[in-house]
């Protein structure tokens, strides 16, 4: 057990569908985050979320809207997604923050959602 | 912009054998370097984390070296086992950001 969970683990979504991803951590950690893998790309950083306020955004299309209503739950709200975004999405979850002057800390990960838009 | 290249994309090798998975970034202005290990269908798993300052880290069988000024970092194997065989993620993390800028991975095969 990581101490980093995903649901679901599986996702198949039509392209007017919409679909929510969850993540939760249960490490006491001040920080979140969201990635995708594609197949042959490297894992790409999506979200940040540092004490619940988003920190940063990797030029994400809109139609990805993450949610983070508290320090341990963070969600991922889709809808018209395109068949190129099937990938395995990760959660993830680090004790530091941008607060923190000198951040050492590694990030945490989830066993990740696979998620398969027709 | 940083990249992260690994080398080599694949490798299989006999039980027993030591091996050497080679990772390199473009910028040097990192705070750490960080490997990872993915099996199949799930999450990553940290292995071991070598900050800006440090030379190298060791856990067990496995041990990473760091030369930031070269923008290279090196994860040995020994005595490599099946239980090994997984995809092994470099990924470093920028100097004044959270972000992980990670490489395509290893996909480690250790053949019994």
């Known amino acids: 057990e990581t101490g980093v969970t995903q649901t679901p683990r599986h996702l198949v979504m039509g392209m007017t569908n919409k679909k929510s991803l969850k993540c939760e951590q249960h490490l006491g950690h001040n920080a979140m985050y969201w990635y995708k893998q594609s197949a042959k790309k490297p894992l790409e950083l999506m979200f940040v979320?540092?004490?619940?306020?988003?920190?940063e955004n990797n030029s994400v299309p809109s139609r990805f809207s993450p949610e983070c209503p508290n320090s341990s739950h963070l969600f991922l709200h889709l809808h018209t997604l395109q068949p190129e975004d099937s990938a395995l999405y990760l959660c993830?979850?680090?004790?530091?923050?941008?607060?923190?002057?000198?951040?050492?800390?590694?990030?945490?990960f989830g066993p990740g959602t696979r998620l398969t838009v027709l | 912009k940083q990249e992260v290249t690994q080398i080599p994309a694949a490798l299989s090798v006999p039980e027993g054998e030591n091996l050497v998975l080679n990772c390199s970034f473009t910028d040097s202005a990192i705070y750490n370097l960080q490997w990872f290990r993915q099996d199949p269908g799930k999450g990553l798993t940290s292995l071991l984390l070598i900050q800006s300052s440090q030379r190298e880290q060791t856990s067990g069988r496995l041990n990473a070296s760091l030369d930031k000024s070269s923008g290279r970092s090196t994860l040995y194997i020994a005595a490599s086992q099946p239980g090994d065989s997984a995809t092994y993620l470099c990924?470093?993390?920028?100097?004044?950001?959270?972000?992980?800028?990670f490489g395509k991975g290893t996909k480690l095969t250790v053949n019994p």
């Open positions: 979320y540092s004490l619940e306020e988003r920190v």
């Open positions: 993830a979850s680090s004790q530091d923050g941008p607060l923190v002057a000198n951040p050492h800390g590694t990030q945490y």
């Open positions: 990924a470093v993390r920028q100097g004044g950001s959270e972000k992980l800028v």
